[in-house]
């Protein structure tokens, strides 16, 4: 309660900016063409917010009958670069064919009465069409800034103990770190036959090192209710067991769980 609601308005402020820049770029809606979307492809998130109802990417993608490709990567602010230019004007008309037909002209008044929008008009819809985007992603941005939390408390309680944050070079195994540091985001490879490597939120190589001189790991996990924990618990199960295979069973991987974590997680992850 005191930190998800700031997280939610500052990244609703930012994306109002991006839907504003949408309805410049499609003439406050009312040009949503394939010369459009071509020349402003990152628009298309916003674009499926402003129909009724909303389209989640694969409801937009049946509906229209294009390519998944595509659709990614405009999501992503690109094009297919693949696809032949004839090709890609004919599917991009197909997609703007279900947008202009579901437009949510509740939210845009202007269309109907054939005129420009006021600003206060335009400000309202952008506001909403903000909303139904965070909305959209609300639980990301909540356990991003939770789990960002995380990171900063582990910091500042190693700096108290004297240990200083350093990157580890690329390349450079984390049995090489120097003691006494740690580090943020780090990959370590795990795999015999094919390398892969893993995300780890906190590498911490100890002031006393360990004879095989592996760090001390850990994984930052914050719900914000009981519903997804046990879906992502799979994800904690697999990298001990990659880890172990690779590195042997004296592996330190901890999990510092902030939030709603049950029995049947807390169960499942001891197990493993």
Known sequence: MRFAPEA??????????????????????????ATTLKANPGALPTLRMCTAPPLAVDRLIGLAGVNKSLIGR?????????MKAEVLDYNLGKVCGVLIRLLDRDIFPWLDAKKNPTDRERERASTI????????????????????RQLTGIGEWLHQRGYRKQSNPPGQPQTQMEAGTYTFRMNVPVGEAVKVNIPIDVVIQPRRLRKDRLPVLIECKSAGDFTNTNKRR????????QLKT???????????????????????????
């Open 129 to 148: 069409i903000a909303d139904r985007l965070c909305s959209a992603v609300a639980n990301p941005i909540v356990r991003n800034a939770q789990e960002q």
């Open 234 to 241: 799979k994800e904690e199960a697999t990298k001990i067991r």
């Open 246 to 272: 690779a590195y042997g069973p004296g592996v330190r991987f901890v999990l510092f769980l902030c939030g709603y974590f049950g029995s049947d997680y807390l169960g499942y992850e001891a197990a493993e």
């Open 8 to 33: 939610y308005r500052s990244t609703r402020i930012k994306t109002t900016e991006h839907v504003k820049t949408a309805l410049l770029a499609t003439d406050d809606l009312r040009n949503i063409d």
């Open 74 to 82: 405009m999501e992503q602010s690109k094009l297919s670069i693949r």
